[in-house]
């Protein structure tokens, strides 16, 4: 019996041991860095000025980073129920025995196997274009010469643009999962309730969304994962740094951390810090409601 614990420490340790250089010892770094004014990111911890939570009361009575946070509030708020709205309409659309799901299936997920630069520079240069683009020619074509005309990229319509082109990049993602989900429920309830005389709009809500709750909690806070980590769309859509249309926690916290744009005139690493703690802070609270909220123990079978 020693001998097989000995086996299984020796076995345990790098694993172990990787984990807590890797993932711990940044993490309480990180916490621990809030509570100083660092210059640099990779400063020695004798350098660090103890400041207590002055950190984060700048972030609160700073104008930009409420601005920033505002932004990301839309992205996750407007943006998420654009995006799990229709990934989940795809979702059950290519569970229903459609022909060609594979291809369908594929087609829909293509825009996250693409480079979000690429991405962005695609709608930036072919969809928003105001003299050739597709929403030019298309609203054109049809007679809606009111939407035709909007300038996109300008500073009114600029954080619409970004938004819309974001949900049409994380759209296949979601789906994916609402289709994994909705692959695992059985075919003996549809049938069920195909004998009792229920048509489908009756199955899709009496049996596919209550059945999808768990799995409605993961889009959530994978949507809420994605939203805070923000960063190359809004840097893509902006003329500078700093651009209050489109700036978001992340670039706050990279303006921070490397003192970029034209109003940094010094870097803190700590503040960042406080940035990456707010946004965790953040997602924590996204998930502890949701499994608050969205409980499957009430279902019954």
């Known amino acids: 019996m020693k001998k097989n614990k000995g086996m299984i420490v020796l076995f345990l340790a790098p694993a ?9 010892y940044p993490i309480l770094r990180t916490a621990l860095m809030t509570f100083f004014k660092i210059e640099g990111v990779t400063d020695a911890i004798g350098l660090w000025q103890f400041v207590g939570l002055e950190n984060y009361i700048k972030l609160l009575n700073t104008s930009l980073f409420r601005t920033a946070m505002a932004n990301l509030g839309k992205i996750w708020l407007m943006g998420g129920a654009i995006v799990l709205s229709l990934s989940l309409l795809f979702g059950v659309i290519i569970t229903s025995g459609i022909r060609f799901k594979k291809f369908f299936r594929a087609v ?7 480079s979000a630069v690429a991405l962005a520079t695609m709608w930036l240069q072919y969809v928003y274009n105001p003299q050739y683009g597709l929403f030019k020619t298309f609203f054109s074509a049809i007679g809606l010469d009111a939407i035709a005309n909007i300038p996109w990229t300008d500073g009114d319509h600029k954080f619409m643009a970004l938004l819309i082109a974001y949900c049409f990049g994380m759209v296949g993602y979601h789906m994916l999962i609402w289709t994994s989900g909705i692959e695992r429920i059985s075919p003996d309830y549809y049938e069920a309730a195909y004998i009792d005389g229920a048509h489908k709009i009756h199955q899709f809500r009496y049996i596919t969304l209550p059945l999808l709750k768990g799995v409605f909690k993961t889009n959530v806070t994978m949507w809420s994962v994605s939203c805070v980590g923000f960063f190359v769309w809004s840097q893509l859509f902006s003329t500078v740094t700093a651009e209050t249309s489109t700036i978001t926690p992340m670039v706050y916290m990279y303006m921070q951390m490397f003192g970029a744009g034209n109003t940094m005139t010094e870097r803190n690493a700590g503040l960042a810090a406080a940035i990456g703690v707010v946004l965790s802070i953040c997602v924590v609270i996204v998930f502890t409601l949701s499994n608050v909220l969205l409980k499957d123990d009430d279902l019954e079978f």
Not at 16 to 24: G, P
Not at 108 to 114: A, C, E, G, K, T
């Open 16 to 24: 172990v041991l990787f984990f807590l250089v890797i993932f711990v």
């Open 108 to 114: 829909i997920y293509l825009p996250n196997i693409v």
